[in-house]
């Protein structure tokens, strides 16, 4: 996952530009610095979506190294957590 919100992250400048020439299209008026639409709402909801995939997956890579790491004390921890019920 943390690819995907790369990818995303990288290609908001791209979603930024497309976006303001629909704005320049649609309503004669737009910023001059495209990079400004990324605090607007659709390109700002690439962004959260984009660093939400970020933080997953980043965090699903630093669980599996410790869960392989620490894989006979999470089971002796588990085994023992279930015996005492």
Known sequence: MSG???VLCCL???FASIYQQSEANTWSSWYTNAN???TE???F???IIALALLFIG???LILSFLQEKYK???SAIISD???GW
Do not use: E, Q, R
């Open 4 to 6: 995907v919100g790369a």
């Open 41 to 43: 709402w659709p390109i």
């Open 81 to 83: 957590w279930f015996s």
């Open 45 to 47: 909801g690439i962004l």
């Open 12 to 14: 908001l400048p791209l």
């Open 72 to 74: 006979d004390k999470i």
């Open 58 to 60: 980043i965090t699903g």
């Open 36 to 38: 400004d639409y990324i």
